[in-house]
C-alpha cells in the first residue's frame, strides 16, 4: 500500500515469481496463488473503494 501511494496505484502489480521455481509441490504453490488473490481483493477495495 505505501508503493500504491507514493508511485499512485495504477502503477503496482502483484507479481508471481517468489523464486521457487518448480521446486515447490503443487499444492503450496496453488497455496501461494489463493493467497495472493486474497491479498489483492482486499488491496483493490482500499485503494479503489466501491463508488468512487
Known amino acids: 500500500m505505501t508503493y ?3 508511485m499512485g496505484r495504477e502503477n503496482v502489480i502483484a507479481g508471481t515469481d517468489c523464486g521457487y521455481g ?3 509441490y ?3 504453490g ?3 496463488m489463493r493467497s495472493m488473490a486474497e491479498g489483492v481483493e482486499l488491496a483493490s477495495q482500499q485503494l479503489w473503494p466501491r463508488g468512487s
Do not use: L
Request: net charge positive.
Open 4 to 6: 500504491a501511494r507514493i
Open 22 to 24: 518448480n521446486r515447490v
Open 26 to 28: 503443487p499444492d503450496i
Open 30 to 32: 496453488w497455496a501461494k
